[in-house]
């Protein structure tokens, strides 16, 4: 209904629809910006798996939905999207528009960006926001995944909201830029089980003060001696230097990552994601791992408020509210791990580091008389707030008051 002020001449000037959606904002993947010419476009959905795919279609001026079983190859899927497209175009219907869809698993993006060169517009769901009925145990098959994925790829393409989101496609090389840290990540969390395997079973023998990580550890290991004076067993000694000859080579491993990052950082300082990490390492009390897993995973990405910032790191609630019951279920934890944990790691260090900002004595403020469980809960406000504000500063130079920053290189 359209609503506006009537002149005296009974025309209508300034009017609104008073019940029209909020503008879409120009990168939300909650929905499609193209309207839908159904009659034109050949929609079509991949079940994908690790020995075949399963395709599924919806083609125009064909009353059945086809369905075929292809082996993993991506020029057979080319041709049997041809195909359907040649069937529409003998009942009359010219194809203009073929959109394509798979969830987001084992496969990545790689898929989505070969169908785009191409011609084709290929999308990739979040799985998790395909809604599934919960009326009952629900059959599961490939081709009633394909149904389910039809049904919620097609109201997406609508511009309906509320079926399903999609993920952001990144390119090559955004995608190759995030592998450094994630392998750096993978690496220190298997320093840190080597070294947890190392002292457990020195502790089954009696020995605590051995050190793992010192650089004489190799020596030291073979004058260990237990409580009773023995010399440590055969077995146990052959373990040992096993896991100590993959500990050094997990730590040489993880040298070479952060050199070739620092590497990288002095070559090209002038580059978006480069100058961002350099501007983040001025804050006081964050680090280059720290700055560079932000800029890789998150302030890379063209996110387009604070909100969607937090939303990306899973640092929002989680309210249930039903009649007279409120509570709050804790963090979504919907968004990116890594960021979740880095943050919350950040948010504890940062009121050492920077006691003096405005966020720390925010925090002060509303814990000074909390107990334990308060302080926790309020960390994660802490660390949402810290990380709009980072994200700030690196888009925009944006300085938080109070912020101390380190002298520029």
Same mark, same amino acid.
Request: include cysteine; glycine fraction near 8%; proline fraction near 5%.
């Given at each position: ?9 009974? =025309? ?28 034109? =476009? ?273 640092? =929002? ?78 888009? =925009? ?13």
């Amino acid at each position: 209904m359209l609503w506006g002020e009537r002149r005296g001449d009974g =025309t209508i000037v300034a009017a609104t629809d008073r019940w029209s959606a909020p503008m879409p904002q120009p990168n939300d993947l909650s929905r499609s910006l193209v309207a839908l010419d159904q009659d034109s =476009t050949l929609i079509a959905v991949i079940e994908m798996g690790q020995a075949s795919w399963l395709v599924a279609g919806i083609v125009p001026g064909v009353n059945r939905h086809p369905l075929k079983k292809i082996a993993t190859d991506q020029e057979q899927l080319l041709q049997v999207l041809r195909r359907w497209a040649k069937e529409a175009e003998t009942t009359g219907r010219m194809i203009k528009r073929i959109a394509v869809a798979y969830e987001a698993g084992r496969d990545g993006f790689w898929l989505a960006r070969w169908l785009r060169a191409r011609g084709v517009e290929a999308y990739v769901i979040h799985p998790s926001s395909v809604p599934v009925s919960r009326e009952h145990r629900r059959a599961k098959t490939d081709r009633l995944d394909t149904e389910l994925l039809k049904r919620a790829f097609l109201g997406w393409l609508r511009g309906e909201p509320d079926h399903c989101n999609m993920a952001a496609i990144p390119t090559l090389t955004e995608e190759d830029a995030k592998r450094p840290g994630r392998e750096r990540e993978s690496l220190v969390g298997e320093r840190t089980r080597i070294i947890n395997r190392i002292k457990g079973a020195l502790a089954r023998l009696g020995i605590r003060e051995f050190k793992p990580m010192s650089r004489s550890a190799p020596q030291l290991l073979e004058a260990l001696r237990t409580p009773e004076g023995a010399a440590l067993p055969p077995n146990t000694l052959a373990e040992l230097r096993r896991d100590m000859a993959r500990l050094s080579f997990v730590k040489q491993q993880i040298n070479e990552v952060e050199r070739a990052r620092l590497e990288r950082l002095q070559r090209a300082p002038g580059e978006r994601g480069n100058a961002m990490v350099h501007l983040l390492t001025r804050v006081v009390g964050v680090g280059v791992e720290t700055a560079d897993m932000l800029v890789q995973e998150i302030f890379s990405r063209n996110l387009r408020d604070r909100k969607a910032v937090a939303r990306y790191a899973g640092l =929002t609630g989680a309210p249930d509210e039903s009649g007279k019951k409120r509570r709050e279920r804790g963090l979504a934890k919907s968004g990116n791990a890594r960021v979740r944990r880095g943050m919350l790691q950040l948010a504890w260090g940062f009121l050492v580091h920077q006691p003096d900002s405005v966020l720390a004595k925010w925090y002060r403020a509303r814990t000074a008389d909390a107990r334990g469980v308060t302080r926790k809960t309020m960390i994660v406000a802490l660390a949402r707030k810290l990380l709009i504000a980072l994200w700030r500063l690196a888009a =925009t130079g944006e300085v938080p008051e109070g912020l101390a920053l380190r002298a520029a290189a």
